[in-house]
């Protein structure tokens, strides 16, 4: 038995792939990864930094570089998520397929 799939039925299942396709794409934004990496790192760098010895500081010089990296790279992630949550994904284009109404 073949089974028949009608109009309405195909144009639902497209938009609910639709959907989950721009769900994904918001999901998986590049911007949301790099900048929870950083955050995470910074965060841990930042830590080592605050609880170097005096003779981590003397290798480098008398710069606890440690702290320096880490502040940068908390700085950075957290550039990345306030451009994630200020410029977020743009929505699906609206669909080439007329609706229902306008068919009527």
């Not at 309405?8 to 639709?18: A, P, T």
């Not at 769900?23 to 998986?28: D, G």
């Not at 930094?49 to 790279?73: H, Q």
């Not at 949550?85 to 397929?97: G, I, Y």
Request: no cysteine.
């Amino acid at each position: 038995m073949s089974e028949f799939y009608s109009e309405k039925d195909v144009q639902r299942e497209v938009s609910e792939l639709e959907t989950k396709s721009a769900t994904a794409a918001r999901l998986f934004d590049i911007r949301r990864i790099i900048g929870g990496l950083f955050v995470v790192y910074g965060v841990i760098v930042t830590i080592a930094g605050i609880t170097a010895s005096d003779a981590d500081i003397d290798k480098a010089e008398g710069v606890n570089i440690n702290l320096w990296t880490g502040v940068g790279m908390l700085l950075l992630g957290v550039f990345f998520l306030a451009w994630l949550k200020l410029r977020p994904t743009a929505p699906p284009p609206p669909d080439a397929v007329p609706s229902e109404k306008s068919q009527e």
